[in-house]
């Protein structure tokens, strides 16, 4: 026994387009099997009432015509099923139907492409080229072999894993956050009905683990403030990595700060990243840094690779030479390295000393957030294991003193 009707699938939340669908519902004794038959045509949520398409719909006509077209190829298959075995399942009804079907020619990388110049429109460039940059591997790892969605399998995952962390030496973490936008491209075939499967939801993809985050101490800040550095370029350098120590901002934000942010005794900012707007209290540090530049650090801006490049060498210069131990993964294994702290300092590192040192500072944790602009609370507590082992450190001094 079988029953057809047309509906409306996967409706996005945000614009409330939905998938005009059959549905064929086959029904036994013991269960009750649904199979879905993609129409190509789209409507809007509020336009489709009662398994039909509303007459407003501007387009009501041609598109009700095109699915009630599909619909009728569904009856005359399950009814030709039905004269010529006397029933009629799921089963046979996919055979049929859908090998009449011209097969899809178009391959992983083409839909990647075509869902790259969709989310041009639509998201940061930072983050189309990250896609970019994935399907450039993604043709490496490739050679010219075509592999079409069906075939994204735990197979796959495991050898585009394997090529990540041996061809390209990406860390762990790296090769978890592009399995991310994988995803996000595998989410989008699916809602599209181009994918037919979600078994690549259930799929076992490379985990993110924790790594070494580097900060630096009280004295280490006090260190650089009293270095006078060299050249001019370090000297901006410089007082652009104090800015990021004495607000807590990203490098993104700290760039743009203009003196109509300025109000009264704070700096106010909405946040690139997350569009949060920050209250960063003018401190005497931060007042007197940013009074040199008159509020304006727009000169200073420089790309954020090359930042990180002069920061290394303006620390190495400033005496923050001291040693750490930081975990690497060489071909999935994990290795323990010891090396000089500079290196491993970045941009990123003035925003972590900030939050760290107000912690130690004895700083609610909620007073923190609405400056840093966390919007989950959770995030800062990352931050809390950093400060005690920073107290165990400093408490071990004080053990040694009475040792000597």
């Not at 996005?12 to 387009?17: E, I, P, Q």
């Not at 599209?192 to 979600?198: K, P």
């Not at 985990?207 to 009280?218: G, N, P």
Request: with cysteine; charged share 30%; net charge positive.
């Amino acid at each position: 026994m079988f029953r057809t009707k047309i509906i409306l699938k996967s409706v996005s939340k945000l614009t409330n387009l939905g998938n005009l669908a059959i549905e064929v519902t086959f029904k036994s004794k013991s269960k009750r099997t649904r199979v879905y038959i993609p129409t190509k045509e789209k409507v809007i949520s509020h336009h489709f009432l009662g398994s039909k398409i509303s007459r407003s719909h501007p387009d009501y006509k041609a598109i009700w015509v095109r699915v009630e077209g599909i619909h009728a190829e569904v009856k005359q298959v399950l009814n030709d099923l039905e004269k010529e075995f006397g029933f009629c399942t799921a089963e046979l009804f996919r055979e049929k139907f859908f090998q009449q079907e011209e097969p899809k020619d178009e391959d992983l990388i083409s839909y990647l492409n075509g869902f790259i110049e969709l989310k041009r429109l639509t998201l940061k460039p930072k983050l189309v080229s990250k896609l970019e940059a994935i399907r450039n591997h993604l043709n490496d790892f490739l050679s010219g072999k075509k592999i079409y969605p069906i075939e994204f399998n735990q197979m796959f995952v495991n050898e585009l894993s394997k090529f990540w962390r041996d061809e390209k030496g990406l860390q762990p973490n790296t090769i978890a956050k592009n399995f991310k936008f994988i995803r996000q491209f595998l989410n989008h075939l699916y809602h599209e009905e181009i994918l037919t499967s979600s078994k690549y939801q259930r799929l076992q993809y490379p985990k993110e683990v924790e790594t070494f985050a580097i900060v630096l101490t009280k004295e280490e800040v006090k260190c650089l403030i009293n270095y006078q550095p060299e050249t001019s370029s370090l000297e901006r350098v410089k007082d652009l990595f104090l800015v990021l120590i004495f607000t807590g901002l990203r490098f993104s934000d700290a760039v743009r700060i203009a003196p109509s942010w300025v109000n009264r005794d704070f700096l106010m900012v909405n946040t690139q990243k997350t569009g949060e707007r920050v209250s960063i209290p003018l401190h005497s540090h931060l007042n007197e840094l940013l009074l040199k530049y008159e509020f304006d650090l727009k000169p200073l801006h420089i790309s954020n690779q090359k930042f990180n490049d002069y920061v290394k060498v303006l620390c190495k210069n400033a005496g923050i030479k001291d040693k750490v131990e930081v975990v690497k993964y060489l071909k999935g294994t994990k290795v323990y390295e010891t090396i000089s702290k500079h290196r491993l300092i970045s941009s990123h590192t003035g925003r972590r000393t900030f939050i760290t040192n107000a912690i130690l500072a004895g700083i609610p944790l909620s007073v923190i957030q609405k400056i840093t602009g966390h919007r989950k609370l959770s995030t800062l507590q990352n931050y809390v294991k950093i400060v005690d082992d920073s107290k165990k450190n400093e408490f071990e001094k004080f053990s040694n003193y009475f040792s000597q």
